[in-house]
Nanobody, 123 residues
Framework: VQLVESGGGTVQAGDSLRLSCVASTRTLTRYRMGWFRQPPGKEREFVATITRSGDSTFYADSVKGRFTISRDDSKNTVYLQMTALKPEDTAVYYC?????????????????WGQGTQVTVSS
């Protein structure tokens, strides 16, 4: 499965962005999808995940209430809607796919990764 993220950019604090992740497979429903991010000089961290059916989501505390993960399997696409952005949200954002049916937040549990898209939030 190849994943390609887009939608990153440079914005002001308080602004919104929507990231997209397009998958090469037509069987995206086989995968639980997740978003991760890697701030400068830090380790990759969990942001959000969504079930294969899209009926349940889970978020890191740092983004809860501000970010929304969703999926449109007819378009083989997963989204991350980000609102009320803060400078500490600055990072490279990655989407990832796992066959696990459980809520998984650790990067090694995800088999497939995109190349990442840069999000920079200025104060």
């Amino acid at each position: 499965v190849q994943l390609v993220e887009s939608g990153g950019g440079t914005v002001q604090a308080g602004d919104s962005l929507r990231l997209s992740c397009v998958a090469s497979t037509r069987t995206l429903t086989r995968y639980r999808m997740g978003w991760f991010r890697q701030p400068p000089g830090k380790e990759r961290e969990f942001v959000a995940t969504i079930t294969r059916s899209g009926d349940s989501t889970f978020y890191a505390d740092s983004v809860k209430g501000r970010f929304t993960i969703s999926r449109d399997d007819s378009k083989n696409t997963v989204y991350l809607q980000m609102t009320a952005l803060k400078p500490e949200d600055t990072a490279v954002y990655y989407c990832a796919a796992t066959v696990s049916t459980l809520v998984v937040t650790r990067p090694p549990m995800y088999l497939h990764w995109g190349q990442g898209t840069q999000v920079t939030v200025s104060s």
